[in-house]
């Protein structure tokens, strides 16, 4: 995504450790136990050979486990230039926030290789990968019961497999081999709806935001999903998706954005057909019947309800907080406000909907995969037929009591029995729904923080009483 000049000096973890530091004051912990919750607990530096043609090339990559006050520690892979350090460090820690706010009862870790995908082929990316994935095991640093990997920008499924083979080559008879990462493809250990999760993750979360009727007049907006303007920075897999679910809900998408630039159109863009024209186009820049903008952070700076940054971090900065005019912002990826930023769009009264909340879809659905796996068994596999057969019989008796049939589509639709997912669909729904109700639940009871405190609160509350079961008392 677009680059900005505040990113050579600007530290991520240092801005999540501030993020922790505003919730933690209003909390009455011991110094040493906040700070053991906050700091990462192992941090894995590694360099590695990969044959790249006719040379070698040194890769540099991390794997960071935040918290192990929960195992396994969860959380993605991301392939970028951008990785170093202190990025794999922050990200992974909001992987333990987040698992705590969603109740997914993991610790948070986080990996990445600095590379560019885009310059290798598929070979190059396999052996990049299964190499990363040994130096995983060489270290323990891999494993369903110790440390599990997922789909990060830049990662997809295919990625997910290689790591799932090159781990069970070497897991050879472990039983559950197959959980040692998630986000595979459904044919090899997937399961259902893992793709969009984050995605609707989101959308179940910024609707949820939006039912709060006296929580919408106070940003002076109606209340209700229905004709919300949005505008969505990033059309990976979790803008694309994003924008998907927006649409079937009835929201107005009036601005895309990518890296090469962005498009606006009052009345509404076809999220699908502009993925369609970017694919054969090779860019988002002129779509039919809409307006490019310049850059793509034009767009964040558009007139609109709602804002979905989608893409990478450090998006809203200092420089560019002051021009925002969104109402709300919800935060799809990681850590797309800054700290610094933040401070000014709170005063503006701009609601920001965190990531450590909003983006959670995806390692929840992430737990239900891993779930899956140790059980052996799809979702509905054993109950489908027989509550389907039950749902028969009472239409049946219904029919008989008021003398009437239900049409066939009628009985298909109220008969059928559930699918992995519909479970998938329904675990999330709940899981998001409860959890926005947690954190406001928060915002309301600390008054004068704003939703990202009160989510850190959320989770440093849940940690710290999973130390005391550690017998670290707090
Ligand atoms: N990479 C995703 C995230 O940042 C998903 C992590 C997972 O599924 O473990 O939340």
Not at 6 to 31: G, I
Not at 39 to 60: A, D, H, L, Q, T
Not at 260 to 265: D, K, L, R, T
């Amino acid at each position: 995504m677009a680059s900005n000049s505040s990113e050579t000096t600007h530290s991520f973890f240092a801005d999540v450790c501030k993020y922790f530091d505003n919730a933690a004051r209003h909390l009455d912990l011991p110094e040493g136990l906040k700070n053991q919750i906050k700091e990462c607990n192992s941090v894995y530096s590694m360099k590695f050979p990969v044959r790249i043609g006719e040379g070698i090339e040194v890769i540099e990559a991390y794997r960071v486990e935040h918290s192990h006050h929960r195992l396994p520690t969860k959380g993605g892979i991301r392939y970028a230039m951008s990785v170093n350090q202190d990025e794999v460090m922050a990200l992974a820690s909001l992987m333990t926030y987040k698992c705590a706010i969603v109740n997914v009862p993991f610790g948070g870790a986080k990996g990445g290789i600095k590379i560019d995908p885009k310059q290798y082929n598929v070979d190059q990316l396999e052996r990049i990968t299964r190499r990363y994935t040994t130096e995983l095991i060489k270290k323990n640093f891999i494993g369903p019961a110790t440390d599990v990997p997922a789909p990060d920008y830049g990662t997809g499924e295919r990625e997910m497999s290689w790591i799932m083979d090159t781990y069970a080559t070497f897991a050879n008879g472990q039983i559950d081999a197959m959980g040692c990462v998630t986000g595979k493809p459904v044919s090899n250990g997937g399961i259902n709806g893992r793709r969009e999760a984050t995605g609707l993750g989101v959308y179940y979360g910024i609707r949820e935001a939006c039912n709060y009727a006296e929580d919408m007049q106070k940003l002076g907006l109606t209340p209700g999903f229905k004709g919300k303007r949005c505008v969505i920075q990033g059309l990976g897999n979790v803008g694309y998706h994003t924008a998907k679910f927006f649409h079937e809900g009835g929201a107005k998408i009036i601005a895309l954005a990518e890296y090469e630039g962005a498009i606006y159109n009052e009345d509404g863009l076809d999220y699908e057909a502009v993925f369609q024209h970017r694919k054969a186009t090779g860019s988002i820049l002129n779509f039919p019947g809409a307006t490019n903008l310049a850059s793509s952070n034009d767009a964040l700076e558009l007139d609109c309800d709602i804002l979905i940054p989608a893409a990478l971090e450090n998006q809203i900065h200092a420089e560019n907080a002051d021009r925002i005019k969104a109402k709300i912002i919800g935060e799809a990826a990681n850590g797309p406000v800054t700290a610094e930023a933040e401070e000014i769009l709170d005063k503006k009264g701009i609601m920001i909907i965190p990531d450590i909340y909003l983006n959670a879809g995806g390692v929840t659905v992430s737990y239900f995969e891993w779930l899956k796996n140790l059980s052996h068994v799809r979702f509905g596999r054993l109950g489908k037929r027989f509550e389907e057969k039950m749902n028969n019989e009472i239409l049946s008796a219904i029919e008989s009591q008021i003398g009437k049939p239900f049409t066939e589509s009628q009985r298909k639709s109220i008969a059928r029995g559930a699918d992995e997912v519909d479970f998938v669909y329904s675990g999330l729904e709940e899981t998001m729904i409860e959890a926005y109700a947690e954190v406001r639940d928060t915002y309301m009871e600390f008054p004068g923080i704003n939703m990202r405190t009160a989510a850190f609160i959320v989770a440093i509350r849940k940690i710290a009483v999973s130390y005391g079961s550690m017998g670290i008392f707090p």
